[in-house]
């Protein structure tokens, strides 16, 4: 079900509160309701991105609980989040090869393109700028686009990991809303003729396939009823703008 962005973010954050209380891993797949720009919870949103064109333009805008650099999501696009304690993958770093490994195959059967994980080639950086223009080693490139982008954070012994997958270079949406606009040409799309829906039963079955999905939804029930504390945080243009 597309939620808006305020929302989609506190569910998640509501899955990480889960995690660390019971223990429970969950995968979830979702869409967003609008258009909408995520900012990393640490990122410099104010020497980035133009807030009044955002705000002319109607475009949503969300404060992540995750790091990371903007990231802009279609509606048809899709974000996946896990939910999990982290001595499931033993350390950050083995969770996001882990987690982008299963999302590969998942999209290798979908695309044309070859499908692999970027090569580790620099170190994290906070420094401004759209998250799909820089891959540090590890995510999902398709045809040698950067498909799939992570941002990850722990709440005391619970991993949050989420991402978008883009079906299509987003990078020319993003750009007319930085404070220094770029002309961005589009790449091609994931495949001319792959949807949300085949992406997404592709993602479930290799994730099922692999013994790691079990559905239940009264876990998310579970989750959207707790989201309500964390909603009021996400939907507050003075947290979202807050640096």
Not at 24 to 36: G, K, V
Not at 107 to 119: D, G, H, K, N
Not at 182 to 208: H, Q
Request: proline share 6%.
């Amino acid at each position: 079900m597309p939620r808006p962005a305020w929302q989609q973010m506190a569910i998640d954050r509501a899955l990480a509160e889960l995690a660390a209380q019971r223990g429970t891993t969950i995968f979830r797949l979702y869409r967003w309701q609008h258009d909408t720009i995520s900012l990393g919870a640490n990122e410099a949103a104010r020497r980035t991105w133009d807030r009044d064109r955002i705000t002319e333009r109607g475009v949503a805008i969300v404060r992540r609980p995750t790091g990371g650099r903007g990231v802009w999501h279609d509606r048809d696009d899709l974000t996946y989040a896990v939910t999990g304690p982290l001595t499931i993958w033993g350390s950050l770093r083995t969770a996001y090869q882990a987690i982008h490994q299963l999302l590969a195959a998942a999209l290798a059967r979908t695309s044309e393109a070859p499908v692999m994980l970027a090569p580790a080639t620099t170190r994290p950086t906070l420094a401004p700028g759209a998250c799909f223009d820089l891959a540090i080693g590890g995510e999902v490139l398709v045809g040698g686009r950067k498909t799939i982008g992570s941002a990850q954070a722990l709440f005391g012994p619970a991993l949050l990991q989420h991402g978008a997958i883009a079906l299509a270079d987003r990078s020319a949406a993003l750009a007319r809303f930085t404070l220094t606009r770029t002309t961005t040409d589009d790449a091609p799309a994931l495949s001319p003729e792959v949807g949300t829906e085949p992406v997404a039963a592709a993602i479930l079955a290799t994730w099922a396939a692999a013994g790691a999905v079990t559905i239940a939804p009264g876990d998310i029930a579970d989750a959207v009823a707790r989201a309500a504390p964390w909603q009021a945080r996400f939907d507050d243009p003075e947290w979202t703008w807050r640096r």
